[in-house]
């Protein structure tokens, strides 16, 4: 491939490729403040359909849109004794302000669990509040020591969604709706991930979580990454906040909370469950450019026709860029785009247009064949369904040759250093999670004997163990 | 009017009435630590119905939107010498991070031209590299001693464009193009506020610009509002953070530069352009809920007549909310949407229906009139565009009205306690801004003699300033 020496390939040295593709593809780059991330503008179009997509799920679940503030007084994190002790070490602290020592300091927020609840203690009164459903976009802090782009940062974006319920019932009924009709399903639809939602053992549980829900993807390293959690608050908040409504019967009682996020670590996600060695390969659902439309050499009314063929496109609804650039090479524009990861080009030449045709290359198979030009759009769109459900497929296929069943936490930790292994959750004992972290691995979550997301009700020993490296 | 004991009037004391209705109509709230805010989900969906507006044009002028660190080292800030003298008295600084104090404390982004331009030196490298044309919407922190929701907080969300170019007059001319093709027409044909478009003096230039570009709003109090700024910013940045390029014939220059942003801000201008006793008046254009279809009682097949109706119209293209919350009061729903400031109101009840009408409420002139069941969705629509066209003439007819020429630096303070001043720029000389701002007063901008954007080459003592209190 010509692309091949502008990456490290993934089997050399597999962190090395997704530093040199996150920094080639122009994704992101370290800020001058340790752990801090810039997203350039291709890395952020790529978040801003990722946005747009969830956002509309979440809207279309009931919650709304607000804003809380960036700073928490240091004491109001203290008022939950797990949450506290869960974000101490990582947070950042302002202790000067407006050129003066601050009589409190406040906390950088690492998540706004604490000040939301502040809020919703005055909002809610009567069960007539309830449900009460709010997320917020927001930049969140958490100090990071070994910061990775988009996978670990200091500050990182996210969504973070909270809300409170009359039952512990409704509480958990919202929790898993947002975990499968949000979250699963735009990672397996739009993302063109599959992955395995269980629940998070104890020992991996949010800080100030009495169930944490999990979705775990395979990266094409072996490893999991942790894509977005839905998290059952219990009445932990709702005590430490004082959040309480008037029931139907005039009784006080305490609401039920969740709270749910997904962050810019899906960029890292989508980066290493599907990139190659020539660089990302976007699933058409979520690229900014799903089709690029590139003039060979603008002679003889290639530069024209393919400008034609752009626009008939977009107006069938497909978003695309015309490259023009004939000043730069065309081996090294087809190197720019495949590193891009744009799902299908067209090319167009002179000698192509001889012909009545142009050349259709979908970026996941690295197939060129010849198209008609009355029937570019027709089989650009046709290659974009094929190409979103090929790489889902592909990843399915990955994981589940990845995956193997064990007996035991020594056979765990072993298959662990090349995928997932999946452990009856009752031979993990007291100490099997102890020895899983001492080897690098970790018990990424519970799920049910056939890998889906368990009943609630089942008693974690009865499940089977997820084990596997993780980011 | 039926809510008219809901809020101080506007007569009796405004401050007080912005606060009311900030308050009541669930816009935002204050946040615990001095300064800060809650954006309540109802005050938030305007604000992203404006983002969507601002965003959507901000693309189609080949801006790009990426994401910067929210921390910036503070010797980045002390690079460019105007800049730090401007923002240091407002900075919150962080100094504790992971537990540990920091070796250089790090600043919370007040604004993000320096560490923009950190990016911006390494991504220019050649003419081909220009423009560039980059912005964000971010949270910035602003420390805050006289704290007032939307128009002065310690934190605020805004955008942030940033763009450099390959000479003085193509960063002029984008700094003035954001000013007219993005600002002057969103808030005039969106947000119905008609606005003065002029440049600041040097007096109140942003702190490391060569020329600061503004539109000025006024208030129904008669006072002015900045509404959003357009900077010049020379060379200085480039230089201070060596952002050069290799023009055509091979030599080393440093790029000429722009920066421009609103913010939450806008949301006050909003609510005191328009706003009156009995609550908000959106435009149409920017209204989440365009039209509330309200079911006075639910007898008679009501509340079916109504949903039916909110359907038409939600097909019809309106934002429409059903209100069939007839277990509270008619009265009060009525008072509630009121302060909500829903452009136009469809009540239908049981006595309406008989008739083959419902009554339609247009919020900006609180006229009431029947219209038959199959009109509403035509008469809708007619109202919401004459309620947009309204707002705004009457904005325009209230600042015409309010505003006065005049000729002396005495007079326009005069003039200033209930309005603008018209004064020719030239009548200042060395004391006069300096008077006007003991007096409570100051340039809002110099504007043309016809009170517009003037000429860039024009002398500002051949300028009118625009004088007025301002928030």
């Known amino acids: ?40 503008p291709y890395g952020y179009s790529i978040w801003e359909q990722m946005q747009a997509e969830i956002d509309r799920r979440i809207k279309a679940a009931g919650v709304s849109n607000a804003y809380f503030p960036l700073f928490i007084p240091e004491s109001y994190l203290r008022r939950e004794a797990e949450h506290v002790e869960g974000f101490s070490p990582e947070l ?59 996978l670990r940062t200091t500050e990182f974006l996210w969504q973070e969604g909270h809300t409170a319920h009359a039952s512990e019932d409704d509480a958990r009924a919202f929790a898993l709706e947002v975990l499968e009709s949000i979250y699963v399903r735009f990672m397996s639809e739009v993302l063109a991930i599959p992955v395995l939602a269980g629940r998070k053992t104890d020992r991996e549980r949010f800080a100030g979580a009495t169930t944490t829900w999990t979705t775990e993807g395979m990266m094409r390293d072996g490893k999991a990454l ?29 609401v039920w909370q969740t709270s749910w996020g997904v962050s810019t670590r899906l960029m890292g996600a989508l980066v290493m469950a599907h990139g190659d060695d020539a660089g990302l390969r976007l699933p058409p ?36 860029e015309l490259d023009a650039r004939t000043d730069t090479s065309f081996g090294r524009r087809v190197v720019g785009w495949e590193l891009k990861g744009a799902p299908v080009r067209i090319e167009v030449g002179p000698r192509d247009l001889l012909k009545g045709e142009a050349q259709l290359v979908r970026r996941d198979l690295s197939t060129k064949e010849p198209v008609p030009l009355d029937q570019v759009a027709h089989s650009a769109r046709q290659a974009l369904d094929a190409a979103q459900s090929a790489l889902y497929d592909e990843a399915l296929a990955r994981r589940q040759a990845a995956t193997s069943e064990v007996t035991g936490v020594e056979p765990a930790i072993e298959a662990a250093t090349s995928g997932f292994a999946l452990l009856p959750a009752g031979l993990l004992r007291s100490g099997g999670e102890t020895q899983l972290n001492e080897a690098g691995a970790s018990v990424r979550c519970l799920v049910s ?20 490296r993780a980011y």
């Open 1 to 40: 491939m010509a692309s091949s020496s502008v990456l490290t390939s993934q089997e050399e040295d597999f962190p090395r490729w997704y530093q040199d593709v996150v920094a080639k593809a122009e994704l992101a780059e370290g800020g001058p403040v340790r752990g801090t991330m810039v997203i350039r």
């Open 92 to 150: 950042a602290v302002v202790t000067h302000g407006g050129g003066k020592v601050l009589e409190e300091p406040v906390v950088v927020r690492p998540t706004s669990e604490t000040i939301i609840n502040a809020s919703f203690a005055k909002w809610i009164q009567s069960y007539r509040d309830l449900p009460l459903l709010v997320n917020q976009w927001a930049n969140v802090v958490r100090w990071e020591l070994r910061p990775r782009l988009f």
């Open 226 to 254: 942790q894509m977005g959690t839905s998290h059952e608050l219990g009445q932990g908040f709702a005590r430490a906040f004082g959040i309480t409504y008037l029931d139907e019967g005039g009784l006080e009682q305490h």
């Open 285 to 320: 659902a979520i690229a900014p450019v799903q089709v690029v439309v590139l003039v060979v050499r603008s002679e003889d009314g290639a530069g024209d026709r393919a400008a034609a063929l752009a626009r008939e496109l977009a107006d069938a609804g497909m978003r695309v």
């Open 449 to 468: 004997a056939d890998s889906t997301l368990p009943d609630p009700s089942t008693p974690p020993e009865d499940l089977t163990a997820v084990v596997a």
